[in-house]
């Protein structure tokens, strides 16, 4: 695990030998033992295989003692295997050559009679990690997938897993996702299931990007059959498997409302469950599912709120922070929702300051006409606090609600009496809040200023409370008779004066107050030019020269350059986009919640669900199936928005058929079991000869998409997009700004177009399936507007961007194209416009 | 999904680790634990449970002074891998009988061989305490429990203890009685945060209760329980109304809302109230809820803090106790935070009641702050006030420092001590008595006179009141019980010797006006804030 010796400077306890003497003495000890079937010997080995697992835990390496101990593991005491597994789970990969030896007895240890032995075994086969020993691994696991125990089964299921990790090519050839496929739908043991239905996402996942089979079969996962199978025995699971399979049901696209009050009320209950874990993963799936369903989306907050305060009430700090960082979300989202709940979320003297922050974020959000009252009134009393991070938060969370414009009156007069309070950090987070205040309410000045005039600014140190204060100096040098005489002395000490953005702000207010009362501050300006000019901060320095030039070519530009007439500013600007945010809320449940980043900020490439693909697929899938072999099933809006050209093109007539037959009401699944089984075996048997077909459909579809848009256009005919490109919004941004329109066309949206477009995603979707990302998107009836990118296949990366903007009253949609290669634009734009088309858009 | 797990001793030493998919790179528990030591992002001191470095997810909670920290590198739900750590806690603590890090290490084998059925490559598999039993062959080496610092007011100061786990019961689930037989014992806690905020006048801001209803079951061959609440109990209430105190006049209890363990059926709850379950092995909440309804608070605390002179400045909090004299209140501590430049204080503590032991009791102490050499005398005289000293800021030099009053009864405790008294005695508070805290501040800078009273406080008081009631609790349920119950412990209940035919744990519930009627009601972790302010500071 850790470095083999341990570092010289660990004290030598009696818990942490660390020299290589004791390593040198267990062997001895162990190889005494090996053959020894003395009474006492399994209690001895006992205790040096814990003096050995104790040493591997604290980071000694005693991979020396390997050939020991697999000697010494013939036994049939299974604590001490036991033991013996961890130990040659930890070392094997490092080891692969002394890995061998153990393949022996863990083979013969998975024939078993004990099926706890045969799970064991096979589960410390599986997880040595060594690659060159992956053919000794196919035997076992096809055996243990079809053990009679399910606790092997369970173990092969994830052992399959494990295998596709050392060597996924071993793992595809030997079929082993077929046989957890017919696993998963048959298995009486519902933990068998949930492992192959993880273990399944996992491979197929990392797999859609290499095959399109892969994604295929992805898209199958989440195929009504498959979902609603699941759910029907969600009750079976524990609450782990209830939270990967919600995780699954979050991710499938209902084909119609009543699919959605369907599965809503199956889950119902489980809002009512103790583990928070459930009870989130339940409220994606109703949040992901009301999405277009504005109505039913609102009474869907007001359905969850309850149960999210009761688990945050429950359970250790940090459960309920998991809870509060989600709640957090949601209020932000719609902060009116919960205006009336504002008590749930006053800080309680032991919540952990994470906890508090958190809460004091969601009380600025909620606060209203109503509650501005109580809540500031409960904000005032955190300022006192003890913990002073907390103390300046709720300092500041009083200001942003007075910028919110409720009850400034009360509040600006709470602000001042925190200046009263003298303490340090009081006083420079009111300073800065003050500062705020007046840039958006320029009336208050005179209030404020009397009391900020009586503010020593040797009890101001903090940098930013120090820039407002001196801001406030020049600012309101008028109103205020010392400011000059302050800011002179503060000139005084231009050399003590640490942070650049205070001497900015000097050189600044010296000029605003110049211009007011010139006798009295033109000693102090002089004063500050020269010390600016001779400042080693370069922007110090070229302000300090800008202002010199500037007096010195006309005093009268230079006061409408520095002081101009001000206008109080109206809106601060907010910090997150609005794309960042329905980013993090595609994202509900996961890290990117409680970071408030959506995941492509902090996780790598790898790690990351390749989400956006795989609602690609999911969305082309379910628009042809039940179009092509489902009569009695009710078709959705958006496949009847589908021209008929793309049925015949992606209706893919035999490849999904005969599960698609299968559909049914979800009550059947569990009494068709055995038919569903025997489906599976027939789709699996069909999907390999239809895959070829499948791709050249697809290749043929662009293609002929080519030739129906492009009439005009010498396209070259080369021109495919990567479905899998990526751009993040920083580059799309900077392209945007760098590159010139190159196509820029206006174009007639079609009833149905509108019809369809009652939310941006609907559109956003049906992009994506044509290998056109979506970046951002916006807007409310009648006016939407989208960002899309582009990736050329081959070749250098090239980007196409493009602009849509689509009014729904007027039928109209604009739609600017840039691109990185211009010539390209063309064949690009017809793809786009025949992707368009098929929306109904034109 | 998981990618490690490890167990961390408040030191920083590895307990226990388990990799289970080989993708976090090594020395992640180091990382960890530097990070969680030296927090310094956002202003805040405390690192958050969930935190990202170099693309590697580390998510953790403090059990027992412990960290259980998983790390991963996907995008997964907070919520489940906290859980899940919580509930390897509770499955750990369930076998060990002792969750500390002297029983872990001494188990660590055992943990391993949990671990290794819990999660499964990544994947958590199992949490449950009953099915894992049939997995798990180490036998469990116990600990002496009467060898550790007793759980005492202290425990419930540590970040992040909000609900202080069980204590009376320290068997493990897989361990024999000497006698061979093993007890059919379950155990049914009331657990409640009642949090209740008066203003300055003694008028209500708010309150509010956290409640929760633990068993914990050593129950063989999975017999069915049923629970029987209070039949008026009523759930939910619009959320307009939550804070309407006016219609809670009636005498049923009304529940903001609820949520109920996996275990529990409610097939007969709407119509009698009834929990039917199952029990499983182990510890577990069999339900949680949440009420906002008006309840009479069992306290009244009365905090007053005055300025006597340029550095100089007097606290007196008065505690009286609302219940009837029959009931007495165990485990209190009362803190409230003074000015940070407190530099010594002198403090009495009065108590009106007749009682033996709580008769007049005066007890002065005083103490430097900053002076190390006082401090470490302390750590040698009693372990307990370490913990408390550490927390009191003694260890560092500055003077940030906020007094505890915990300190003030510990101090006392251990005065008592010596002088042959139990400790749990001298915490003990009588219902209908009243108790007054006298502290002289000396402060070690000139006092900005409106200010002390904005500096010090709030006053966070945390008590438990087992309710020794058994007799009328029998009445209430019919004689449908067979077997005896008798209180042990600190409010946790014994039935033993059950009649395998009808078991049925009834009428075991709450009710706040009528309190101690017919059940026993255990409170813990009384959570009221008393904002303390001086007359002439009151609401503009």
């Known amino acids: ?842 | 999904m998981i990618s490690q797990f490890f167990v961390l001793s408040q030191r920083g030493d590895n307990i226990v680790f388990r990799d289970y998919r080989g993708e976090v790179p090594k020395g992640s528990a180091e990382i960890f634990f530097r990070k969680v030591k030296f927090w310094k992002e956002d202003e805040e001191e405390e690192a958050p449970p969930v935190f990202n470095v170099d693309g590697v997810n580390y998510i953790h909670v403090k059990v027992a002074g412990l960290f259980f920290v998983a790390t991963t590198r996907v995008n997964i739900s907070p919520s489940l891998v906290l859980e899940l750590l919580q509930r390897i806690a509770r499955v750990i603590k369930d076998y060990l009988g002792v969750l500390n890090e002297d029983s872990l290490r001494k188990n660590f084998v055992l943990v391993y061989e949990l671990l290794d059925e819990v999660i499964d490559f990544g994947y958590p598999q199992t949490t449950s305490t009953e099915v894992l039993k049939s997995y798990i062959f180490n036998e469990p080496i116990e600990v002496d429990v009467a060898r550790l610092p007793p759980l005492g007011p202290a425990s419930m100061f540590m970040q992040g203890t909000k609900r202080m786990p069980g204590t009376a019961v320290t068997k493990s689930v897989v361990s024999t009685e000497p006698g061979g037989r093993k007890r059919e014992e379950i155990f049914v806690d009331i657990i409640e945060k009642i949090s209740v905020t008066f203003s300055s006048s003694g008028y209500i801001l708010t309150s509010e209760i956290d409640g929760t209803i633990q068993m914990k079951s050593y129950l063989t061959g999975n017999p069915e329980i049923r629970l029987a609440l209070n039949e008026d109990l009523s759930i939910g209430r619009g959320s307009a109304s939550v804070y309407d105190y006016r219609s809670s006049s009636g005498g049923a209890v009304i529940l903001d809302d609820c949520n109920f363990h996996e275990s529990v059926r409610l097939d007969s709850f709407d119509v009698d109230r009834t929990l039917t379950l199952i029990p499983p092995d182990g510890e577990f909440a069999v339900m949680n809820y949440r009420m906002t309804q008006e309840f009479k608070p069992p306290f009244r605390v009365n905090a007053l803090i005055e300025e006597a002179g340029q550095l100089k400045a007097e606290v007196i909090i008065k505690v009286r106790a609302d219940f009837s004299a029959s009931v007495t209140a165990n485990t209190i501590t009362i803190q409230m935070p003074v000015p940070t430049h407190t530099a010594r204080w002198f403090c009495s503590f009065t108590s009106l009641v007749h009682f033996s032991l709580l008769c007049f009791l005066q007890v002065s102490f005083e103490l430097e702050s900053g002076a190390v050499g006082q401090t470490a005398d302390f750590k040698e005289g009693a372990k307990r006030l370490e913990w408390c000293l550490k927390k009191a800021g003694f260890s560092s030099i500055s003077f940030s420092f906020y007094c505890f009053f915990t300190f003030f009864v510990q101090i006392f405790n251990i005065l008592l001590s010596i002088s042959g008294s139990s400790w749990k005695n001298v915490l003990q508070i009588v219902g209908g008595s009243e108790h007054t805290l006298r502290a002289k501040l000396t402060f070690s800078q000139e006092s900005h006179g409106r200010n002390i009273a904005r500096e010090a406080g709030p006053v966070n008081m945390n008590f438990t009141i087992p309710m020794y009631n058994a007799s009328k609790f029998q009445k209430g349920h019919d004689g449908k019980q067979s077997g005896t119950l008798n209180a042990i412990g600190q409010g946790w209940w014994v039935i033993d010797d059950l009649d395998r035919g009808s078991r049925s744990l009834a009428h075991l519930f709450r009710e706040t006006r009528s309190r101690g009627e017919r059940e026993r009601e255990r409170e813990r972790n009384k959570n009221r804030r008393t904002p303390v302010r001086n007359g002439e500071e009151k609401e503009t």
């Open chain 1, 1 to 842: 695990m850790a470095p083999p010796p341990a570092p010289p400077q660990k004290s030598p306890s009696p818990s942490q030998p660390s020299g290589k003497s004791e390593v040198s003495d267990l062997k001895l000890q162990l190889r005494q033992l090996a053959g020894s079937r003395a009474p006492g010997a399994d209690d001895s080995k006992r205790d040096l295989f814990k003096r050995v697992i104790s040493y591997m835990t604290v980071g000694i390496d005693v991979s020396a003692a390997f050939s020991e101990m697999v000697m010494c593991s013939a036994t049939s005491d299974i604590v001490l295997k036991k033991m013996c597994y961890l130990y040659v789970g930890n070392y094997a990969r490092c080891h692969p050559d002394l890995a061998l030896l153990t393949i022996n007895f863990l083979q013969k240890d998975c024939h078993d009679e004990d099926p706890m032995i045969r799970g064991l075994a096979l589960r410390s086969l599986c997880s040595l990690r060594v690659p060159n020993l992956v053919e000794y691994l196919v035997a076992p696991l096809g055996a243990g997938l079809k053990d009679g125990s399910s606790y092997v089964r369970m173990v092969a299921a994830v052992g399959v897993l494990k295998l596709y990790h050392i060597s996924a090519a071993t793992c595809l050839d030997s079929d082993f996702p077929a046989v957890l496929k017919s696993l998963m739908l048959t298995d009486p043991d519902a933990q068998v299931v949930a492992n192959c239905l993880f273990v399944l996402q996992e491979i197929w996942n990392l797999e859609a990007n290499k095959s399109e089979e892969a994604s295929r079969e992805r898209e199958t996962l989440l195929s009504k059959k498959i979902v609603y199978y699941i759910l029907n025995r969600i009750k079976e699971f524990n609450e782990w498997a209830q939270c990967l399979v919600l995780e699954l049901v979050a991710k499938y696209i209902p084909s119609d409302t009543d699919d959605i009050f369907d599965i809503m009320n199956l889950l119902e209950d489980r809002l009512q469950h103790a583990n928070g874990a459930v009870v989130l993963a339940t409220i994606k799936v109703f949040l992901h599912l009301t999405m277009s369903m504005t109505d039913v989306h609102q009474q869907v907050y007001e359905r969850i709120k309850a149960p999210l305060l009761t688990l945050v009430g429950s359970g250790s700090s940090e459960q309920s922070y998991a809870v509060l960082s989600h709640l957090h979300l949601l209020v932000m989202r719609a902060p009116m929702l919960f205006s009336s709940d504002y008590k749930h979320f006053y800080c309680q003297f032991s919540d952990p300051s994470y906890v508090k922050k958190l809460k004091l974020e969601m009380l600025t959000a909620i606060a209203n006409e109503s509650n501005t009252y109580e809540i500031v009134t409960e904000l005032c009393e955190y300022a006192g606090n003890v913990d002073v991070p907390i103390a300046r938060e709720s300092i500041r969370a009083v200001g942003k609600i007075a910028l919110q414009q409720y009850d400034v009156n009360a509040i600006v007069d709470r602000l001042l009496q925190f200046l009263e309070m003298e303490k340090d950090y009081v006083t420079a987070e009111t300073l800065v809040l003050v500062k705020d205040l007046l840039r958006k309410y320029p009336q208050w000045s005179h209030d404020c200023i009397a009391v900020v005039g009586n503010i020593s600014s040797k009890n101001v140190q903090e940098p930013k409370a120090k820039a407002a204060l001196i801001w406030m100096l020049g600012e309101y040098s008028q109103d205020m008779p010392d400011a000059p005489y302050i800011l002179e002395s503060l000139i005084e000490n231009w050399d003590e004066e640490n942070a650049a953005e205070v001497r900015l702000h000097l050189l600044t207010a010296a000029m605003k107050c110049f211009f007011k009362r010139p006798p009295e501050t033109q000693k102090a300006l002089g004063a500050a030019l020269a010390a600016g000019l001779a400042d080693s901060h370069q922007d110090v320095h070229d302000r300090a020269l800008f202002y010199y030039r500037l007096l010195q070519y006309d005093v009268s530009v230079a006061e409408r350059v520095v002081n101009p007439p001000k206008q109080a500013v109206s809106v601060f600007a907010d910090t997150q986009s609005s794309e960042i945010k329905d980013r993090i809320f595609d994202e509900f449940n996961s890290l990117s919640v409680v970071y408030q980043k959506p995941s492509y900020m902090f996780t790598d490439k790898e790690h990351r669900e390749p989400f956006e693909f795989s609602e690609e697929i999911g969305n082309l899938s379910l628009g042809q199936e039940p179009v092509g072999n489902s009569p009695r099933y009710d078709e959705s809006d958006k496949d009847l928005l589908l021209s008929t050209s793309e049925r015949e093109e992606n209706g893919g007539p035999s490849t999904n058929g005969p599960a698609a037959s299968g559909y049914s009401a979800p009550t059947d699944y569990n009494s068709s079991l055995v038919s569903l089984s025997s489906q599976t075996q027939s789709e699996t048997a069909i999907s390999d000869p239809g895959m070829p077909k499948y791709t050249s459909q697809m290749t043929l579809a662009i293609d002929d998409l080519l030739g129906l848009s492009v009439s005009a256009a010498p396209a070259p005919p080369s021109l495919k997009l990567n479905p899998k490109a990526a751009l993040d919004p920083g580059t799309f941004q900077r392209k945007w700004g760098q590159l010139a329109v190159s196509i820029s066309q206006d174009c007639s949206v079609s009833p149905q177009g509108i019809a369809a477009l009652t939310t941006p995603q609907a559109l956003i979707r049906h992009m994506q399936a044509n290998s056109i990302q979506c970046i951002a998107s916006g807007g409310q009836s009648p006016n939407f507007k989208f960002f899309f990118f582009a990736q050329k296949l081959d070749g250098p990366p090239l980007f196409f961007l493009v602009e849509c903007i689509v009014n729904t009253s007027s039928a109209k949609a604009q739609v600017k194209i840039k691109a990185d290669d211009a010539t390209a634009s063309e064949a690009f734009f017809g793809l786009f416009q025949s992707a368009l088309s098929k929306f109904g858009v034109l």
